[in-house]
């Protein structure tokens, strides 16, 4: 396999209970700390969050990574110098979410709880997924004509303060992309594990998708349900691939619940204690 070493932002003390926040396809961690910064700043329990931008994305270089396997071999690299084996949360949206569940799978023994946003479902490649045609349910007429603009082709909710947080969360990662890398990689997108190939999860899980998802869809997701026996499963009208920005409440709302879950489960973990530290932000 080949690996590079992945850039990350990271917050929290760092004794706190490690969450891996893995993004989507082309963005950058920015897309994971917009929507999952408030939530953990109304936690009471200490979570050190790692945001690291996968290869050939934000401020990582693509290398030689040449497949979604040399992806996740990166990733484990980066959790092995970071996290170690004591007890992680991994979160992913979209194709992280894919590479999330193959994190799970492989260090069943670490993660102790799994949250997916808007992931791909059972179907990797785009041509074979189930989706719904794209839909615009809400649009402010003040933003004028966005008609052919990559934001009029995937929000289903078009709104100022969407169109901002688009700007701000996931447009900054598509400009630095290495898009050449990217259609290189595209090409062994498909893990050579699949990642329910094995026993079920056993772990409190959250999956959210959007009802007018056109990229990922829900139905293809649906079908990952019974390997994940404590997962929740939503589907959010009107909501599309950045359900995280379009329904924030309920987004909110569910991933909180998830960590109650989470933390409850804890409690059963021998010599887990989450203790506390000063809080830290941290960039390498």
């Known amino acids: ?45 200490p979570y050190r969050r790692l945001y690291p931008d996968m290869p050939g994305m934000g401020a990582t270089p693509a290398g030689s990574v040449a497949s ?17 084996d004591g007890p992680l949360l991994v979160i992913g949206e979209s194709y992280g979410g894919y590479l999330a569940r193959a994190i799970t799978r492989r260090r069943r023994h670490q993660v102790a709880g799994l949250a997916l946003v808007c992931p791909i479902g059972r179907a990797v490649l785009h041509a074979d997924r189930d989706v719904p045609l794209h839909t ?41 992309a290495d898009q050449a890398a990217l259609d290189r990689i595209q090409q062994q997108w498909v893990l050579s594990d699949d990642p329910e190939d094995a026993e079920p999860i056993m772990v409190p899980t959250a999956i959210v998708s959007g009802r007018q998802d056109a990229s990922t869809g829900y139905r293809d997701v649906w079908s990952l349900l019974e390997h994940y026996p404590r997962a929740s ?6 909501a599309g691939h950045n359900l995280q920005i379009e329904q924030p409440r309920l987004f909110t709302a569910i991933t909180a619940e998830w960590l109650d879950r989470v933390e409850e489960s804890l409690a059963t973990w021998p010599g887990r204690v989450l203790g506390r530290a000063p809080s830290v932000v941290h960039e390498e």
């Open 136 to 176: 615009v349910l809400v649009r402010d007429p003040a933003l004028g004509d966005m008609q052919g603009s990559d934001f009029d082709d995937v929000a289903v909710v078009q709104t100022h303060e969407t169109y901002r947080r688009t700007q701000d969360e996931i447009v900054v990662g598509l400009e630095i």
């Open 68 to 84: 979604s396997d040399d992806m996740l071999a990166s990733l484990e690299v980066y959790v092995d110098e970071h996290v170690g």
């Open 1 to 45: 396999m080949t690996t590079v070493a992945l850039h990350h932002t990271e917050f929290g003390p760092t004794d706190g209970l490690a969450v891996l926040a893995l993004h989507g396809w082309t963005p950058d961690h920015r897309l994971m700390t917009g929507c999952l910064e408030p939530v953990f700043a109304a936690r009471t329990h």
């Open 233 to 238: 499963f939503a589907v959010l009208d009107r």
